[in-house]
C-alpha cells in the first residue's frame, strides 16, 4: 500500500455505516471470527468446526482469494504503453514497472520451466519457499501501507520518521514470523511437490523475537507523542487493520487451528476493499463530463466479475487443463516428488511471486491511480 495524504476529516461526514464497513473490511472481522469459532467449538466440537471451516473457506476462495490476486493484472497492465513508454510514470516508477511487468515475470517463468522440464521437485520446491518467504513481507506492506492510508483519508499523517518506525515493527515482524518455528531443514509437501526446507541458523528465533518486541517501544512512544501533540487521534480502523495484518495474519497466525482457514480471506477483503475504493471514486470522476464512460457501478461490477473469471482460469482452469495434458498417469506421478499436480504447484507459486512484485508498483503514491484512495466522492 501507498502513503497518501488527505485534508483533515475527509471522513467525519461518512455514514456511519460505511466507517463500520471500513472498519470490518480492513480488519475488523478477525476478532468477530475468533469468537464465532469459539462458540461454533463450545456448540459442535473441534473436528466438526474445523471441517465446516476449512470446506466454506475454500470455496469462498473462488470468490474472495482467487480475484483478489486475478484483478492485481488489470491494475498493473491497463495502459501498459503509457506507463512502459510514455509519461504516465516517472522514471525510477517506470523503472519498477519494468522490473515488476516484464523482467520479474519471465524470470519466474523461466524457473518453472527449467524445474517442470527436468521434473526437480527441488527447483520448483525453492520457489514454493520463495513464495512463502514473501508472502509475510507482503502480508506486513500491506498492513502499514493500510494504516498510512486509512489514517491520511482522517486527516491524519505520519512524519518521515514516524512512518519509519511503523514500518520498522512490521518488517520486523516478518522476520519474527518467517524465523518461528525453528526449522531445521525438514522434508515437506506442498501442493504435491515434496522437497527439502531451508535450515534456519542457529539462534535466529531468539534474534528476531527480540527484536521484534524491542520495536513495540519506540512505536507506542511515536503514538504517545503523536496523540499528545496533535491531540485526538482517530486512527483506531488504521491500527486494528495494521496490527491485525503483522501479529495476527502473519506472527501468531496458527494460534487458532479453525480461525487460520479464514486469514487468506481476511486478507484478501482488505486488498478489494482498496481495489473497491480506486475503482469506484474513478468511476465517480470518468461517469460525467467531459469523459461520460461507464457507470461507476458498472465499471465496478466489470472489474469484478473480470477479476473473478480470471482467478478460475489462474487458479483451476488453466492448471487442471496443463496437468491433465502433460501429467497423463497421475497415479504414477503420486510415487514422484512432484506429484500429480506439479502444473498446479508451479503456477501457484508463480501468480503469488508476481502479485507481490505488482504490488510493489500499484500501491505507491508515483501512481497516479493512488490519488482516487483519498476521494470520498
Known amino acids: 500500500m501507498v502513503a497518501v495524504s488527505a485534508p483533515a476529516g475527509t471522513l467525519s ?3 456511519w455505516r460505511a466507517r463500520v464497513g471500513e472498519f470490518l ?3 475488523g472481522l478477525t476478532p468477530f471470527l475468533f469468537l464465532i469459532a469459539w462458540e461454533m467449538r463450545s456448540a459442535y466440537g473441534f ?3 474445523q471441517y465446516a471451516w476449512g470446506f466454506s473457506f475454500f470455496y469462498l476462495a ?3 482469494n482467487d480475484p483478489h490476486f486475478a484483478v492485481t493484472y488489470f491494475l498493473f497492465y491497463r495502459e501498459f504503453k503509457r506507463r512502459a513508454f510514455g509519461d504516465a510514470f516517472t522514471p525510477w516508477q517506470r523503472v519498477r514497472y519494468w522490473i515488476s511487468g516484464v523482467i520479474a515475470p519471465i524470470a519466474l517463468l523461466c524457473w518453472g520451466v527449467f524445474a517442470l522440464a527436468t521434473k526437480s521437485a527441488p527447483a520448483l520446491g525453492l520457489l514454493i519457499q520463495l513464495m512463502f518467504v514473501l508472502v509475510g513481507w507482503h502480508y506486513v506492506k500491506q498492513g502499514f501501507g493500510v494504516m498510512i492510508t486509512l489514517a ?3 486527516g491524519v499523517r505520519f512524519s518521515p520518521m514516524e512512518r519509519r518506525t511503523v514500518l520498522a515493527h512490521c518488517l520486523l515482524g516478518w522476520a519474527y514470523a518467517w524465523a518461528s518455528p525453528f526449522d531445521p531443514g525438514r522434508e515437506v509437501e506442498e501442493k504435491g511437490v515434496v522437497y527439502r526446507t531451508l535450515t534456519h541458523p542457529h539462534g535466529l528465533l531468539a534474534i528476531t523475537q527480540l527484536a521484534f518486541f524491542a520495536s513495540v517501544v519506540p512505536l507506542v512512544i511515536v503514538l504517545v507523542r503523536k496523540r499528545v501533540r496533535e491531540g485526538r487521534l482517530p486512527i483506531l480502523t488504521p491500527l486494528m487493520a495494521m496490527l491485525c495484518s503483522v501479529w495476527v495474519w502473519s506472527i501468531y497466525s496458527s494460534a487458532n487451528p479453525i480461525v487460520v482457514y479464514a486469514l487468506p480471506a481476511l486478507h484478501s477483503i482488505q486488498y478489494l476493499y482498496f481495489v473497491w475504493l480506486i475503482s469506484r471514486n474513478e468511476g465517480k470522476e470518468r461517469e460525467g463530463p467531459p469523459h461520460f464512460e461507464m457507470s461507476a457501478a458498472v465499471r465496478v ?3 469484478a466479475m473480470s477479476a473473478l473469471g480470471l482467478g478460475l482460469v489462474l487458479f ?3 492448471p487442471l487443463a496443463l496437468d491433465d495434458l502433460f501429467v497423463p498417469h497421475k497415479s504414477a506421478a503420486l510415487q514422484t516428488d512432484l506429484g500429480p499436480t506439479p502444473y498446479f504447484a508451479a503456477l501457484y507459486a508463480f501468480v503469488n511471486l508476481h502479485h507481490y512484485f505488482m504490488d510493489w508498483v500499484i500501491w505507491r503514491r508515483d501512481n497516479p491511480l493512488t490519488r482516487y484512495l483519498v476521494a470520498t466522492s
Open 62 to 64: 473462488f470468490v474472495i
Open 316 to 318: 483451476h482452469i488453466g
Open 47 to 49: 473436528e466438526t468446526t
Open 25 to 27: 473490511a480492513v480488519g
Open 301 to 303: 461490477g466489470v472489474l
Open 13 to 15: 461526514q461518512s455514514p
Open 152 to 154: 491520511a483519508r482522517r
